[in-house]
């Protein structure tokens, strides 16, 4: 009976470590997680318009990203003028990121190319992304007789 209640004993007293040790790395993990980290990136994009339907077009794209590494995305453009707006998602191994932006169309170069300016902002997606906030500029031309444009991009993400 003494060798049962030592036995018991001995169980409740692993039980309770065991216990307390999932409690402290959940708690770690939470304190990891609530502690955000902001990170620099720079991203490089070449992509087509594949669909316009009066000021409202369709691009896609492939980019390598100094972060997430090789990726693809896919945005909806409204174009009002010069001005342009536009949400889209980019994706990634690591996951799937939503943002918006808002860009400058200038005047065509002797070339033919259309120089663009914009930012934008990401928040929310899945994987590594679905916390993350981030805000972006970039640059770059576009072809207008291929649909073919090219973007340099960066900025600062926080998870």
């Known amino acids: 009976m003494l060798h049962t209640k030592r036995r018991a004993v001995r169980a409740m007293a692993i039980g309770a470590v065991a216990a307390a040790t999932l409690a402290m790395?959940?708690?770690v993990?939470?304190?990891a997680k609530d502690k955000s980290k902001s990170v620099s990136f720079t991203e490089t994009i070449t992509g087509a318009q594949i669909s316009q339907n009066g000021s409202t077009l369709v691009s896609v794209w492939s980019d390598?990203?100094?972060?997430e590494g090789d990726g693809a995305g896919v945005v909806t453009v409204t174009l009002n003028g010069n001005e342009a707006t536009g949400s889209g998602?980019?994706?990634w191994a690591s996951g799937a990121a939503k943002f918006t932006e808002t860009f400058t169309l200038g005047a065509p170069t002797a070339d033919g190319t259309i120089p663009y300016t914009g930012s934008g902002k990401c928040a929310g997606g899945t994987g590594v992304h679905k916390n993350e906030?981030?805000?972006f500029t970039f640059d770059g031309s576009l072809n207008p007789t291929t649909n073919v444009f090219t973007s340099n991009?960066?900025?600062t993400l926080t998870r």
Request: with cysteine.
């Open 89 to 91: 998602t980019q994706y």
């Open 133 to 135: 906030k981030c805000s």
């Open 64 to 67: 390598k990203n100094s972060v």
């Open 153 to 155: 991009v960066t900025g």
């Open 25 to 27: 790395t959940a708690g």
């Open 29 to 31: 993990a939470t304190a």
